[in-house]
């Protein structure tokens, strides 16, 4: 089961029922976010009801892309050989502009300047065909190269 | 909402622990292991296996049984007629203790056994062991970042130093304390002194973490035996230790959904456990904290009541988790330094307070211990469970 190649090959996600449009969005370089049309709840992730009132009338709509880093942990030491290679690299976890909080990495930007409540933008990294990571620039490039 | 808990305060008793070898143990599986602290668990009960007819059970990542309880019955040669696997990471171990409490006291089973086992440290690989640690979050929103599951509980002590200006040095001093308390343990994986310093000299981990502010990777296991008071005092059991209160909560999956980062379902998990047992955090003479990071330590201080809602980092900083602070804990070295197998860790924790609670732990004894608590938690604090044991002066 823990093979060599399997060991050394970066987790990819691999969508479900309920995240089909959320993956096909990032592939066309929108982050998708769940409007509830009932109660208004903006949530991230993706799933088949509100989370706040249970509700199925949901819709999706490209978030902003903007947000801030509510928090953040710079990885020197990898969880899997895969990640050995990028550290020290900035695990994310950003706030939306809309509400929703998601985790993600930093790109272009160095992981050791990363600070509380920096604006980041959005950018969609193609890894594979068919699947695009959700990744997060400093917003302001001078300041952190 | 439930109510007060009068149905299981006091209804049911540990009348035997037990614990394998433990640390860095070659050529022995988590059955074996896990075989070895029941046959020492129920030694010390003074009961044979054919009386045991439940076993709950914890997983392994080095045997990946998924009913390892069933797994371990056979191994062990036995039948019981109520079984089950728990499966909610770091708060396993308590939850194992309230579903075998509740079991016996809803009629399921009479005697059961939980036990827990695991060679994180010789049965898998360092990096293999960690991966499993990781493939633990979620493969969609979370593993595709390369997000170790040490790198959630680091974002909340990342902002928990943010928001309320905790320093490393203060995250270190827990791991100095635990590993000055291991240094008394037998059998202890680390019993080496460290200084704060060596602490903040250890290389990074994640950030704010160090390798010093992580808990160890073991192999090891450990077993109770539980019965209702009535069967321990019919049996003529010498110390049965009693399970005064039981709180669990479980407030997120994901670290992005956690309400917040710095105030955890622990404050939720040991309200209800407070309540049940009818004592509080300034009753408590011994507990025992999850200490999978430093960190973890010094939210878990405030969420249990001993402090308030920010100050957890002088409370560690100024000695109140050692003798003659607020609340000696991990006396026996936590997972920082004692072992932390994975499921099994906090496993340790109970035995230690059990053990304090029964006045069998030589020159670690906090002198006169009646009530201790155990809180265990896991997944970047997704889970909480705490309980609240007591002696039979504490009914």
């Not at chain 2, 070295?333 to 860790?345: E, I, R, V």
């Given at each position: 089961m823990n093979s060599l190649e399997q060991v050394m090959r970066k987790p990819l996600p691999v969508p479900d029922a309920d995240t089909q449009a959320y993956w096909e969005g990032l592939?066309?370089?929108?982050?998708?976010?769940?409007?509830c049309l009932a109660c208004g709840h903006v949530q991230f992730y993706q799933q088949a009801i509100c989370r706040h009132c249970g509700s199925e009338r949901l819709e999706h709509r490209a978030a902003s892309g903007r947000g801030r880093v509510h928090s953040f942990s710079v990885v020197h030491r990898a969880p899997s050989p895969a990640f050995k290679g990028d550290t020290p690299y900035a695990v994310l976890l950003v706030e939306?502009?809309?509400?929703?909080?998601?985790?993600?990495?930093l790109i272009d930007g160095d992981p050791m300047k990363?600070?509380?409540?920096?604006?980041?933008?959005?950018?969609?990294?193609?890894?594979?065909?068919?699947?695009?990571?959700?990744?997060?620039?400093?917003?302001e490039r001078e300041q952190v190269k | 909402m439930r109510e007060d808990g009068q149905i299981l305060r006091g209804k049911v008793a540990v009348i035997g622990a037990g614990i394998s070898e433990v640390g860095k143990v070659p050529g022995k599986s988590p059955l074996a292991l896990a075989a070895q602290a029941a046959s020492r668990a129920l030694d010390d009960a003074g009961i044979a296996k054919t009386a045991v007819d439940g076993v709950l059970a914890s997983t392994s990542f080095a045997s990946p049984f998924h009913r390892f309880s069933v797994a371990f019955s056979e191994y062990f040669g036995i039948q019981p007629t109520f079984s089950n696997t728990l499966q909610v990471s770091g708060a396993t171990a308590a939850t194992l203790f309230h579903v075998g409490a509740a079991a016996i006291q809803a009629g399921l089973a009479q005697t059961v056994l939980l036990v827990g086992a695991d060679s994180l440290l010789t049965g898998l690989t360092p990096d293999l062991a960690l991966r499993s640690m990781s493939e633990s979050r979620d493969q969609q929103y979370e593993m595709p970042f390369g997000i170790p599951v040490a790198n959630t509980f680091a974002m909340t002590a990342n902002r928990h130093m943010h928001e309320y200006g905790t320093t490393a040095e203060q995250l270190a001093q827990v791991?100095?304390?635990f590993r000055e308390h291991a240094r008394r343990t037998p059998g202890a994986q680390m019993r080496d002194p460290i200084t704060v310093e060596d602490v903040l000299a250890s290389p990074w981990v994640t950030t704010p973490y160090r390798k010093l502010d992580c808990s160890l990777i073991s192999d090891g296991g450990a077993a109770f035996v539980l019965t209702s008071a009535e069967r321990a005092r019919a049996l003529g059991i010498e110390q049965p230790i009693y399970l005064l209160g039981a709180g669990e909560c479980y407030t997120h999956e994901h670290i992005f959904l956690m309400p917040s980062l710095t105030t955890t379902g622990a404050?939720?998990?040991?309200?209800?456990?407070?309540?049940?047992?009818?004592?509080?955090?300034?009753?408590?003479?011994?507990?025992?904290?999850y200490d999978?990071?430093?960190?973890?330590?010094?939210?878990?201080?405030?969420?249990?009541?001993?402090?308030a809602k920010g100050e957890g980092g002088p409370f560690v900083a100024e000695g109140n988790l050692t003798y003659g602070g607020a609340i000696p804990s991990n006396t026996h070295?936590?997972?920082?330094?004692?072992?932390?197998?994975?499921?099994?860790?906090a496993l340790f924790h109970f035995h230690e307070v059990v053990s304090q609670l029964r006045g069998r732990c030589g020159e670690r004894q906090v002198p006169g211990a009646k009530l201790g608590l155990v809180h265990t938690l896991g997944a970047g604090f997704a889970t909480n469970a705490t309980t609240v044991l007591g002696t039979e002066e504490t009914l």
């Open positions: 592939r066309q370089g929108k982050l998708l976010l769940q409007h939306l502009e809309e509400g929703p909080r998601m985790i993600s990495s990363v600070t509380f409540d920096m604006p980041v933008v959005l950018v969609c990294e193609p890894v594979s065909e068919a699947i695009s990571l959700p990744r997060f620039r400093p917003a | 791991a100095v304390t404050t939720r998990s040991s309200a209800l456990a407070y309540a049940m047992a009818g004592y509080g955090p300034r009753d408590m003479d011994v507990a025992g904290i999978c990071f430093t960190g973890t330590v010094v939210m878990m201080v405030e969420d249990l009541g001993f402090c070295g936590g997972l920082l330094s004692f072992a932390h197998p994975g499921m099994p860790g």
